[in-house]
């Protein structure tokens, strides 16, 4: 069983900056995708960035040249770096990872951008 465990969230003014990490039970290089999805009240989650098998990214409209995912195989740790974070960024932020067509979940952290 694959376990993700997220930290990093927190409130942060707008136009501030965070970075999210989330540190897997296991050798990450073995897994397939892995990326963040975050989900705001009332909302669907939603994908934010994930990084393909072979180090191709996809963000998602609203985050692109805001936020930043990069991963380190040598601690098994993915990272999101936000900058410019806006009231819209507040969610639930959830890593997740793809290994052998199972998708497994962290149990999320929540970030709020305020004033």
């Not at 942060?12 to 990326?35: H, R, Y």
Request: one cysteine or more.
């Amino acid at each position: 069983q694959v376990r993700l465990v997220e930290s990093g969230g927190g409130l942060v003014q707008p136009g501030g900056s965070l970075t999210l990490s989330c540190a897997a039970s296991e050798n990450i290089f073995n897994f397939d995708d892995m990326g963040w999805y975050r989900q705001a009240p009332g909302k669907q989650r939603e994908l934010v960035a994930v990084i393909h098998v072979g180090g191709r990214k996809t963000y998602g409209e609203s985050v692109k040249g805001r936020f930043t995912v990069y991963r380190d195989n040598a601690t098994n740790t993915m990272y999101l770096q936000m900058s410019s974070l806006k009231t819209e960024d507040t969610a639930v932020y959830y890593c997740s990872a793809r290994i052998l067509g199972r998708n497994y979940w962290g149990q999320g952290t929540q970030v709020t951008v305020s004033s």
